[in-house]
């Protein structure tokens, strides 16, 4: 049974860089979408990006020139980096793992996350 | 970039009862493409049903999705006690970004 574990400093300082790692236990990180999704406090949730095991990446647009997901194959992990934080980038961080088929055109969801880690930005 | 308009924001409603979920999309989307999570105070989300109509593995058979074109639901056919909790719709798209509906809220009447 694949699972996912969020690790990284709970606390960042505004304008420092926000990093998380996701390591996957229990499968392999080849195949499937690797994402971040976060949820400000009382808010919904919002898509940052993904990265595809073989290294293909897409972000948000509204967060695409402070972010970058790379992935280590190797730990079996993937990793998150949001630079020049602020206070409105505070909020629970998810790592997911979703699938699409581009042979079917068919997305089968996010169906593997991670508990979630809070992070707050604040000095 | 294709916005999601979940309605109602809230849902009050009580258990036994029938909940009707609507997402609609800004745009026509293609059915494939939609997904919808329910989300527990404290817990992740956690993948309800994919593709507008599969349920996820494990998933119990009161919850269906239908819907096509712009226009999508999520149908509890009689609420359990777990069931109230927040639900958001999600599409894919080839180019970003993944899209979240801004959630309903099933709270107990």
């Known amino acids: 049974q694949v699972q996912l574990q969020e690790s990284g400093p709970r606390l960042v300082k505004p304008s420092e860089t926000l990093s998380l790692t996701c390591t996957v236990s229990?499968?392999?990180?080849?195949?499937?979408?690797w994402t971040w999704i976060r949820q400000p406090p009382g808010k919904g949730l919002e898509w940052i990006g993904y990265?595809?095991?073989?290294?293909?990446?897409n972000y948000n647009p509204s967060l695409k020139s402070r972010v970058t997901i790379s992935v280590d194959t190797s730990k079996n992990q993937f990793s998150l980096k949001l630079t020049s934080v602020t206070a409105a980038d505070t909020a629970v961080y998810y790592c997911?793992?979703?699938?699409?088929?581009?042979?079917?055109?068919?997305?089968?969801?996010?169906?593997?996350w991670g508990q979630g880690t809070t992070v707050t930005v604040s000095s | 970039e294709i916005v999601l308009t979940q309605s109602p924001g809230t849902l009050s409603l009580s258990p036994g009862e029938r909940a009707t979920l609507s997402c609609r999309a800004s745009q026509s989307v293609s059915s494939n493409h939609l997904a919808w999570y329910q989300q527990k105070p404290g817990q992740a989300p956690r993948l309800l049903i994919y593709?507008?109509?599969t349920r996820a593995t494990g998933i119990p058979d009161r919850f269906s999705g239908s819907g096509s074109g712009a226009d999508f639901t999520l149908t509890i056919s009689r609420l359990e006690p777990e069931d109230f909790a927040v639900y958001y719709c999600q599409h894919y798209d080839s180019s970003p970004p993944w899209m979240f509906g801004q959630g309903t809220r099933v709270e107990i009447k």
């Open positions: 990265i595809y095991y073989s290294g293909s990446i």
């Open positions: 593709g507008a109509s």
């Open positions: 997911a793992r979703a699938w699409y088929s581009s042979n079917w055109n068919y997305y089968y969801g996010m169906d593997v």
């Open positions: 229990g499968g392999s990180i080849s195949s499937y979408y």
